[in-house]
């Protein structure tokens, strides 16, 4: 999807908007994680099976299909895998810009890794039999 491009998340295109596996244990934790982090609410969240996930996933080109990694839609920019990881602790600042050194580490390998915790996710840490549903206080930073 190029910047020039309408995002199906036109209503929230100056907040990054990450997708998340909504039914993964370890997913949820890290948006969890994430939240008390972000307390300026920059970043926005929604379920990779959403409606508004599966449209976000196939405008920036993604297989519709795949539940094995988190997206973060930045600036018209999809990234995926440990890069997505690592743009978040960008956001997020303080000593999580540090995972901004994840990039000295060559992508083939940090992905590798990211795809090992991703394919035992389930196992490890298990899953609901639905997508999260957030708290009040935060509602309003889950899109549909």
Known sequence: MTTAEKSPIAESDDHPVLLFDGVCNLCNGAIQFVIPRDPDGVLRFAPL????????????GLSTDDLETVVLVDDGKAYTKSDAAIR?????????????????????????????????????????????IPDEDVSSRFLE
């Open 49 to 60: 099976q959403s409606d508004l996930g599966i449209t976000v996933r196939a405008s920036a």
């Open 88 to 132: 978040v602790g960008e956001h997020l600042g303080g000593v999580y810009r540090l995972l901004s050194l994840g990039r000295l580490v060559p992508r083939g390998l940090r992905d590798r890794i990211y795809d090992f915790v991703a394919e035992n996710r389930y196992d490890w840490f298990g899953k609901k039999d639905q997508c999260m």
